[in-house]
């Protein structure tokens, strides 16, 4: 041990009177500031202004978005280290003094070792750097996520002891430090592009990306701890020394060339096999340090997946023939990057297996594969597509074979998942046609959900010219229901539907009953069936419709609710005068935490042709009434009795025929009573176009709609927070900084000047110290 220290003492003094460890540590120590100042500047301002400032913990240090400072040095490492390890070895080589430690009774793993800690203490040098803006961090940012930064300071460290160990190792290769720093600068280059090739291979694939080192150190900045990953980096680290052994001991006892190549061989070997165990996701442990746990999955999503108890498979279908922009996430080299997206949920079942059937089959993309290939067949233009991609084709399987393994019509031939549990209960997990396109926690953990258990049963009213569910014309409802390409779609959300009619019982199983749009008188059969519903405490979204009053109002009296006469108009510049802005009320960001975020973040309801609510006896009827949405205060609003036609006519408010002007009229309302042991939910909407295909779909300029968000707010509430699945996590308390723009100038000042400067007279110090020795 004494040798150890020895050698790393001596190394140590070495390097620290070499100009390039001071120099190396000068530019990384001014890159580091740059990149703090940039970013900590930018939450200064913005507080200064006025704005919300959150996260800035990991905003600061690990959020690649926003070049947080641990981001951008990793960047940089893999530029120091070959500099600081040229010399290290082959400085010894090339003066002959490697054979005085030869000759003294050192062994060749005291000399590694030694030199190792060296590069280490160095290392740890560059660490206490970052470590000055992480204890900035905890004296002026509020309640700083210590734990969160501390992890992704070991992961630099790590990282920086890996390249320390392969730039050790090229250093005993050669005499010559500029012909060791390029060999490191290639060993780099090739772990870090190693993991992007051959990935159509799949066992090969698997071993290029356990080779890769780009990204390792990633999750440590988020601030998770992954077993894999402290291993990957033990491994590579003993991996490199080992290397650096063998080598100074086959120089050194000039062993041959077979018996060096089995040494070499079997620490390889060992290493792949370390590695090999250690991702197996049975055998992997994971600590989030942060305090919300932002790198795990949300409680609710934890408890569904303990509850699934067996083996459970997800199967991935890609088509080649799909649409072009959903090719990429079906070809073979995309595999990893999509297992990643279920990573925390093996994290907690380690059993699942992930399967890929890719085929070519005509689906919704006909038309274009029509014009673009019009004289070939499927198999033809499968071949095409996959020759153009640099895929094989023999990979691909014709739509009959796949058609035994799965019926994937109903899902129009599109890319999506089988999700299957070994009792034979399966669901299908779709992408969607939105920018996020992949399905989030939320979709994931509702179709686990589905797999579990019996999730609320929706019903939809028809029979009497309600909005229909199935149809895709602009006023139905088949978006909201069972879009499949729509992320907020209900099959999507975790709910199950069908059309029901009044003429018999609503079935038992129904949970929540839709009635949007009633365009004509309930027979009396029908009237009572549905009373039986309301008796038994059945959920109910009642969605009325300007000119329906007559029809809708018997269905909503029973709870003290009126739809009033005529529509809510408010004349507009931009658009029709019947076109009202639905905003959230206090009340009702308070009961949905769906409708709070909307009125945190200024969305509102739009509302074409709404009937105003009205609730005289709401609570003589024994319910509990919260208004959800009401008309903008700040604009003029009046119940339009006279005009009919808002396209050529101009709308007046006229007192003499009962006109009158109003203020915040409830346009979204929710009523519950107890009845029996359970809670009835009831939700009024004064204007069915809100759900519509058509409502949903559209964007205005300068209006912040968000009316599927009154869907999944609605549902959510009435399935009891069954579905869709609650994914929030506490709210994130660093979310304010303690420094005004005059102390970030002082902080500009000296970690941009004088600190840099004060290490660059120390230097100089230090140099001209040793000249005068």
């Given at each position: 041990?004494?040798?150890?220290?020895?050698?790393?003492?001596?190394?140590?003094?070495?390097?620290?009177?070499?100009?390039?460890a001071?120099?190396?540590?000068?530019i990384?120590?001014?890159q580091?500031?740059?990149?703090?100042?940039?970013?900590?500047?930018?939450?200064?301002?913005?507080?200064e202004?006025?704005?919300?400032?959150?996260?800035?913990?990991?905003?600061?240090?690990?959020?690649?978005?926003?070049?947080?400072?641990?981001?951008?040095?990793?960047?940089?490492?893999?530029?120091?280290?070959?500099?600081?390890?040229?010399?290290?070895?082959?400085?010894?080589?090339?003066?002959?003094?490697?054979?005085?430690?030869?000759?003294?009774p050192?062994?060749?793993?005291?000399?590694?070792?030694?030199?190792?800690?060296?590069?280490?203490?160095?290392a740890?040098?560059?660490?206490?750097?970052?470590?000055?803006?992480?204890?900035?961090?905890?004296?002026?940012?509020?309640?700083?996520?210590?734990?969160a930064?501390?992890?992704?300071?070991?992961?630099?460290?790590?990282?920086?002891?890996?390249?320390?160990?392969?730039?050790?190792?090229m250093?005993?290769?050669?005499?010559?430090?500029?012909?060791?720093?390029?060999?490191?600068?290639?060993?780099?280059?090739?772990?870090?592009?190693?993991?992007?090739?051959?990935?159509?291979?799949?066992?090969v694939?698997?071993?290029?990306?356990?080779?890769?080192?780009?990204?390792?150190?990633?999750?440590?900045?988020?601030?998770?701890?992954?077993?894999?990953?402290?291993?990957?980096?033990?491994?590579?680290?003993?991996?490199?020394?080992?290397?650096?052994?063998?080598?100074?001991?086959?120089?050194?006892?000039?062993?041959?060339?077979?018996?060096?190549?089995?040494?070499?061989?079997?620490?390889?070997?060992?290493?792949?096999l370390?590695?090999?165990?250690?991702?197996?996701?049975?055998?992997?442990?994971?600590?989030?340090?942060?305090?919300?746990?932002?790198?795990?999955?949300?409680?609710?999503?934890?408890?569904?997946?303990?509850?699934m108890?067996?083996?459970?498979?997800?199967?991935?279908?890609?088509?080649?023939?799909?649409?072009?922009?959903?090719?990429?996430?079906?070809?073979?080299?995309?595999?990893?990057?999509?297992?990643?997206?279920?990573?925390?949920?093996?994290?907690?079942?380690?059993?699942?297996?992930?399967?890929?059937?890719?085929?070519?089959?005509?689906?919704?993309?006909?038309?274009?594969?029509?014009?673009?290939?019009?004289?070939?067949?499927?198999?033809?233009r499968?071949?095409?597509?996959?020759?153009?991609?640099?895929?094989?084709?023999?990979?691909?399987l014709?739509?009959?074979?796949?058609?035994?393994?799965?019926?994937?019509?109903?899902?129009?031939?599109?890319?999506?998942?089988?999700?299957?549990?070994?009792n034979?209960?399966?669901?299908?997990?779709?992408?969607?046609?939105?920018?996020?396109?992949?399905?989030?926690?939320?979709?994931?953990?509702?179709a686990?959900?589905?797999?579990?258990?019996?999730?609320?049963?929706?019903?939809?009213?028809?029979?009497?010219?309600e909005?229909?569910?199935?149809?895709?014309?602009?006023?139905?409802?088949?978006?909201?229901?069972?879009?499949?390409?729509?992320?907020?779609?209900?099959?999507?959300?975790?709910?199950?539907?069908?059309?029901?009619?009044?003429?018999?019982?609503?079935?038992?199983?129904?949970?929540?009953?839709?009635?949007?749009?009633?365009?004509?008188?309930?027979?009396?059969?029908?009237?009572?069936?549905?009373?039986?519903?309301?008796?038994?405490?059945?959920?109910?979204l009642?969605?009325?419709?300007?000119?329906?009053?007559?029809?809708?109002?018997?269905?909503?009296?029973?709870?003290?609710?009126?739809?009033?006469?005529?529509?809510?108009?408010?004349?507009?510049?931009?658009?029709?005068?019947?076109?009202i802005?639905?905003?959230?009320?206090?009340?009702?960001?308070?009961?949905?935490?769906?409708?709070?975020?909307?009125?945190?973040?200024?969305?509102?309801g739009?509302?074409?042709?709404?009937?105003?609510l009205?609730?005289?006896?709401?609570?003589?009827?024994?319910?509990?009434?919260?208004?959800?949405?009401?008309?903008?205060?700040?604009?003029?609003?009046?119940?339009?009795?006279?005009?009919?036609?808002?396209?050529?006519?101009?709308?007046?408010?006229?007192?003499?025929?009962?006109?009158?002007?109003?203020?915040?009229?409830?346009?979204?309302?929710?009523?519950?009573?107890?009845?029996?042991?359970?809670?009835?939910?009831?939700?009024?909407?004064?204007?069915?176009?809100?759900?519509?295909?058509?409502?949903?779909?559209?964007?205005?300029?300068?209006?912040?709609?968000?009316?599927?968000?009154?869907?999944?707010?609605?549902?959510?509430?009435?399935?009891?927070?069954?579905?869709?699945?609650?994914?929030?996590?506490?709210?994130?308390?660093?979310?304010?900084?303690?420094?005004s723009?005059?102390?970030?100038?002082?902080?500009?000042?000296?970690?941009?000047?004088?600190?840099?400067?004060?290490?660059?007279?120390?230097?100089?110090?230090?140099?001209?110290?040793?000249?005068?020795?």
């Open positions: 041990m004494k040798a150890i220290k020895r050698i790393a003492l001596t190394e140590l003094q070495t390097m620290f009177y070499s100009p390039i001071w120099f190396i540590l000068i990384f120590t001014f580091a500031c740059m990149a703090f100042v940039d970013v900590f500047n930018g939450y200064v301002v913005a507080q202004l006025g704005r919300s400032v959150r996260n800035v913990t990991l905003g600061t240090f690990a959020n690649p978005w926003n070049n947080g400072i641990f981001i951008v040095m990793q960047s940089y490492l893999y530029l120091y280290i070959p500099l600081l390890t040229m010399g290290i070895m082959s400085r010894e080589l090339s003066s002959g003094s490697i054979k005085l430690l030869y000759s003294s050192v062994t060749n793993f005291q000399i590694v070792v030694g030199k190792y800690i060296a590069i280490m203490t160095y740890l040098v560059m660490i206490g750097v970052l470590a000055l803006f992480v204890i900035y961090g905890v004296c002026f940012v509020h309640k700083f996520d210590l734990p930064v501390l992890i992704g300071l070991l992961g630099l460290y790590l990282l920086i002891g890996a390249y320390g160990a392969i730039g050790l190792f250093s005993s290769l050669t005499s010559y430090q500029v012909v060791a720093a390029m060999g490191t600068f290639a060993i780099f280059a090739v772990l870090n592009y190693i993991g992007g090739m051959w990935q159509d291979i799949a066992l694939r698997d071993i290029t990306y356990w080779l890769s080192i780009r990204g390792r150190s990633g999750e440590f900045i988020n601030g998770l701890l992954c077993s894999e990953e402290v291993i990957y980096f033990l491994v590579v680290i003993v991996l490199f020394l080992t290397f650096t052994i063998i080598r100074l001991t086959v120089i050194r006892e000039k062993r041959k060339l077979l018996v060096s190549a089995s040494w070499y061989f079997s620490a390889i070997f060992i290493a792949v370390i590695g090999y165990f250690s991702s197996r996701p049975s055998l992997m442990f994971f600590y989030d340090a942060t305090r919300t746990k932002v790198n795990t999955l949300t409680p609710n999503s934890q408890e569904i997946v303990s509850k108890e067996g083996g459970m498979t997800i199967t991935t279908y890609a088509n080649i023939l799909d649409e072009d922009r959903y090719l990429w996430y079906g070809f073979p080299k995309s595999e990893l990057n999509d297992i990643k997206r279920f990573e925390q949920y093996v994290r907690f079942k380690p059993d699942i297996k992930m399967k890929y059937v890719r085929y070519y089959a005509k689906g919704n993309n006909e038309e274009a594969l029509d014009k673009r290939y019009p004289t070939l067949n499927d198999r033809e499968m071949v095409k597509i996959a020759q153009n991609y640099g895929v094989d084709s023999s990979i691909y014709d739509v009959n074979q796949v058609t035994q393994l799965e019926d994937l019509s109903g899902e129009n031939y599109r890319f999506v998942r089988v999700l299957e549990r070994e034979g209960r399966k669901t299908f997990l779709r992408i969607y046609d939105d920018m996020y396109v992949h399905p989030f926690e939320t979709e994931i953990s509702a686990f959900k589905r797999l579990v258990m019996d999730l609320p049963q929706v019903g939809f009213v028809g029979g009497h010219g909005r229909d569910c199935i149809k895709q014309g602009d006023r139905d409802y088949n978006r909201f229901a069972q879009d499949k390409v729509f992320r907020y779609s209900l099959i999507n959300q975790g709910f199950d539907f069908r059309q029901v009619t009044l003429d018999k019982p609503v079935p038992e199983d129904i949970s929540i009953l839709v009635i949007a749009d009633v365009r004509e008188q309930l027979p009396e059969l029908h009237r009572k069936n549905l009373d039986a519903y309301i008796a038994r405490g059945g959920n109910l009642i969605a009325g419709e300007a000119k329906r009053q007559e029809y809708m109002n018997p269905l909503v009296e029973q709870f003290g609710v009126r739809f009033m006469p005529g529509r809510l108009v408010s004349p507009s510049e931009n658009f029709q005068a019947d076109f802005i639905s905003k959230v009320t206090k009340e009702g960001a308070e009961l949905m935490y769906q409708l709070n975020e909307m009125r945190k973040y200024g969305y509102v739009t509302m074409p042709s709404v009937v105003g009205d609730l005289p006896e709401v609570e003589n009827k024994g319910f509990k009434t919260t208004v959800l949405l009401t008309t903008d205060s700040l604009k003029k609003v009046w119940n339009e009795i006279e005009t009919i036609d808002f396209v050529d006519d101009t709308v007046r408010l006229n007192p003499a025929v009962g006109e009158v002007e109003l203020n915040k009229v409830p346009t979204m309302v929710a009523l519950s009573r107890n009845v029996g042991d359970k809670e009835q939910k009831i939700i009024i909407l004064g204007d069915a176009d809100c759900l519509s295909n058509g409502e949903i779909s559209i964007s205005r300029k300068k209006v912040r709609a968000s009316n599927y968000s009154l869907i999944t707010s609605s549902f959510f509430w009435m399935s009891d927070d069954e579905v869709p699945i609650d994914v929030r996590r506490p709210p994130l308390p660093d979310n304010k900084v303690y420094i723009k005059g102390g970030m100038l002082v902080t500009k000042i000296v970690s941009l000047g004088i600190f840099p400067l004060g290490l660059i007279l120390f230097a100089i110090l230090i140099w001209v110290r040793r000249k005068g020795r």
